[in-house]
C-alpha cells in the first residue's frame, strides 16, 4: 500500500485553527503516514505534536514556514527536517515573533487612523496559541466587527501591499531563510510557486542552496504541477507538497487534500542527512 504524506499544515500556534490533537486526528482519518506542521514563523507546535502523533503512529517531521521579502513581495520558505532544539535558530525565531507582535500594533495604529478603533491587541493575541501574529488574524477581526464583507475585502482596503493599513514585516531575504535553516540541520524549499508568482528568482535561490520546489498543491490543475515538476527536476530540487490547511480559516484546503508519495519524504530526509554530516541522528 502507498504511504502519503502531507507537509503543509497550518495550527493554531499561526494562523490555522486547529490544535495538534485536531490536526493528528484529521491525518489519521485521512490515512496518512506522515505530516508536517508549517506554521508561520514558529515552533510552538512541534513539541506539543510529537506525542499526540506518536500515540496515532503518523510520523512528524519538523516543519517551519518561513516568511521573506523580494523586491517587496512576500516569498515563504518552507524549512523540514531540522534541529527544532538548535539555540540558533530559536533565537532568531523569538526574534521574528517580536517583531510580527510589534508590526500587529502598528496595523492597528494604522486601522484607528482610518477611523477603525474597536480591535485591540489583546483581542488578536487571544486568536493564536502563540505570539505569531499575523494580517489574517486582523483579517478576521475586520469582517466580524462588520468594517469589511470578506477576507479579500480585508486584504484589498487595508492588508495587502497597497491597503491603507499595510506594514511591511520584518526584513528577511530568501537567501537568509535558506542559510537559517541550513544552519539548523534542515533543507529549504520555496513554497507554493504557483501563488507566489516570481519563478525568475529560482535560479537565484537555487545558487542560494534552495533544496526543494512546493510542486504539489491544492487547487491548481495537473498541468501546474506538471511544469513546476519539469522546474524542480531541471534544477535538482525536491518535491514537496501538501495541504496548506489552517483548518476553518481557510475553507478551499483541508488535511490531506494534497498528498505526497512517502518516497518523496524519504528523499527529504535523505537530503537532511546529508546536510547534517554523518554523525547527527535523525
Ligand atoms: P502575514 O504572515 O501576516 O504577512 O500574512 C500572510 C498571510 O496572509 C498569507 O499566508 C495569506 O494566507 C494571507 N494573505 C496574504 N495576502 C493576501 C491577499 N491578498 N488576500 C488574502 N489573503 C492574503
Ligand atoms: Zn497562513
Ligand atoms: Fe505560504
Ligand atoms: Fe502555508
Known amino acids: 500500500m502507498t504511504r502519503y504524506a502531507d507537509l503543509h499544515i497550518h495550527t493554531f500556534y499561526s494562523d490555522g485553527t486547529d490544535s495538534p490533537e485536531e490536526v493528528v486526528r484529521q491525518a489519521k482519518a485521512k490515512r496518512l503516514s506522515c ?10 507546535a512541534i513539541e506539543p505534536i510529537l506525542p499526540v502523533a506518536a500515540d496515532a503512529g503518523i510520523e512528524v517531521l519538523t516543519g517551519i514556514e518561513l516568511s521573506t521579502e523580494h523586491e517587496g513581495k512576500d516569498v515563504h520558505i518552507l524549512g523540514y527536517c531540522f534541529d527544532h532544539h538548535n539555540e540558533g ?3 532568531r525565531i523569538r526574534e521574528f515573533q517580536q517583531a510580527r507582535l510589534e508590526r500587529i500594533k502598528d496595523i492597528l495604529d494604522k ?15 487571544a ?3 502563540s505570539d505569531s501574529l499575523g494580517r489574517p488574524h486582523v483579517a ?18 487595508y492588508l495587502a501591499e497597497d491597503g491603507l493599513a499595510y506594514v511591511a514585516k520584518f526584513r528577511q531575504t530568501p537567501r537568509e531563510a ?9 533543507v529549504a524549499v520555496m513554497a507554493h510557486p504557483m501563488v507566489t508568482k516570481k519563478d525568475q528568482i529560482i535560479p537565484e535561490l537555487v545558487e542560494a542552496g534552495l533544496d526543494g520546489l512546493e510542486v504539489f498543491y491544492p487547487n491548481f490543475s495537473q498541468s501546474v504541477i506538471m511544469y513546476y515538476k519539469t522546474i524542480a527536476e531541471k534544477y535538482q530540487l525536491l518535491m514537496t507538497g501538501g495541504s496548506d490547511a489552517h483548518g476553518k480559516a481557510k475553507t478551499n484546503t483541508s488535511i490531506g487534500k494534497k498528498k505526497i ?19 547527527a541522528g535523525v
Open 35 to 44: 505530516i508536517a506542521i508549517s506554521d508561520h514563523d514558529t515552533l510552538d
Open 89 to 91: 535558530f530559536i533565537a
Open 111 to 125: 486601522l484607528k487612523g482610518h477611523g477603525i478603533d474597536n480591535i485591540t491587541l489583546e483581542e488578536i493575541q
Open 127 to 129: 486568536m493564536t496559541k
Open 140 to 157: 478576521k477581526k475586520l469582517i466580524e466587527k462588520g468594517w469589511v464583507r470578506d477576507n479579500r475585502e480585508a486584504f484589498e482596503r
Open 178 to 186: 535558506i542559510e537559517l535553516l541550513h544552519a539548523a540541520g534542515g
Open 261 to 279: 508519495p512517502y518516497e518523496l519524504v524519504e528523499k527529504i530526509k535523505q537530503a537532511a542527512q546529508k546536510r547534517q554530516g554523518p554523525q
